[in-house]
């Protein structure tokens, strides 16, 4: 692939649960590549700043018609650089992603078995009664399960958080933003999940189970609604039989459905400060890797050179030997890539087809966070005290704890982070311009 922009790569790939060390004696010595990818789930504490200092402002050469001397890049979609723009200012290249937040992935095989038909809840109160249709402790199958975690138990908060029309993190209610522990519609979200627990709907493990588990069990029956990621539908590791849907989300009341908004992008690629010509150059080849399928380029990026990557048999192309050592783990899809589609190298099976109907259906139910793409510096030290916060509210759906400590709670949440944060965040917004 470099033949074709002119230039050679050599990529540094470091195991997941090593790139935060990795990035921080990379930066702490101040060896920085020309590109280094910034993961937006994980972006390491100070990041604006060490941004700001040591990587390139990319505003002047993507914003408004500079654009257009990028047209692959003008291609990815609007979400996706949500990631990329902080304090207002462009300082990356995205790797987009589906804009949606997470899903209840389900197996709608063995519900349709267990209820005469696949799972589509309306309201609350028919996913009450699926929950309870579905469930029998004896025969060890539950209808749903959440997972431990670093922050507290996680039992599918973002799910039925939008069910009961929870923020997406925050709202703006006129011009001042709301934190979603601040809402009546937390407390029915944790009230209700106490419910289902109380009920014994979901797998007693649940408070120390790992997401692996949580697969495992989804796979194998044990459990037959688990939140997850969009990509999960796609997984080319399911066992042979095993289907795999998602619920379409739904009102508590009845009404339209919810489902949060995510990053819509893995990470984004960041330039390291040098001279407008270097800049464009390296522009020039993330537009070249952001070619949207069915491109020329595209093709080149993932197949190599015919011959030596790849083999044609008519209309079929494989990957030799010899690309599937060097083609498939070059990771160049790390620095950006095109607009994702559900087609090649993703399975094409009855798993793609459920994954399209989902996306289409819950396409206009999406809620955005209005603080995405904000930095606050007292967000990234409040993993203490929302793990307070999360210990009592997983302390409250056990029964170990009633709703006064839980409001307690949230006050203590908001005195010591979260006005602090809400503080910080306003400052921001108003900054740009973007409250109402």
Partial sequence: MGEQVNTSFDIQLVPGDSY?????????????????????????????????????????????????????????????????????????????????????????????????????????????????EVTDAKANRYAICGQGGANGVEWGFDIIGAVFGVPNGWKLDGDKLVNKYETDEW???????????????HHPDTPSLENSQAKTYLTNGTVLMHMDGISSLLDTTLPKGVVLGAVVPFGSDGGKGANYQGTSSFGFTAFRKAGRKKIEEQ??????????????????????????HFTRDGDNVELTKTGRTTVEPSGLFRVTEGPQVLTNPI????????????????????????????????????????????????????????????????????????????????????????RT
């Fill in 347 to 434: 399975r094409i099976d009855e798993q793609l087809r459920r994954s399209h109907a989902w996306q289409v259906a819950t396409q206009d139910m999406l809620v955005e966070n209005p603080v995405q793409g904000l930095y606050s510096p007292a967000a990234s030290r409040s993993g203490s005290a929302t793990s307070a916060l999360n210990d009592t509210v997983n302390s409250y759906v056990l029964g170990r704890a009633d709703l006064n400590a839980v409001r307690s709670a949230i006050s203590s949440w908001k005195s010591s982070v979260g006005n602090t944060v809400r503080k910080e965040y306003t400052q921001q917004l108003d900054r740009q311009g973007s």
């Fill in 283 to 308: 522009l020039g080849i993330l537009d070249y890797l952001a070619a949207p399928y069915g491109s020329q380029e595209y093709f080149k990026i993932r197949n190599g050179r015919e011959g030596v």
């Fill in 20 to 132: 935060a060390s990795k990035f921080a004696t990379m930066t702490a010595g101040g060896d920085l590549p020309d590109l280094v990818q910034f993961r937006t789930f994980a972006p390491p504490q100070g990041y604006p700043q060490l941004l700001e200092a040591k990587f390139q402002d990319l505003s002047e050469h993507l914003s408004g018609d500079k654009a257009r001397k990028y047209p692959n890049l003008a291609n990815l979609p609007e979400a996706s650089w949500a990631s990329a723009r902080i304090n207002g200012r462009i300082y990356g290249v995205p790797e987009p992603r589906p804009p949606f937040g997470s899903i209840l992935v389900c197996r709608p095989d063995i519900i349709k078995e267990l209820t005469g038909q696949e799972p589509a809840p309306k309201s609350e109160a028919d996913f009450t009664a699926l929950c309870k």
């Fill in 187 to 201: 407390i029915r979200t944790i009230s209700y999940i106490k419910k289902l627990h109380a009920a014994g709907y």
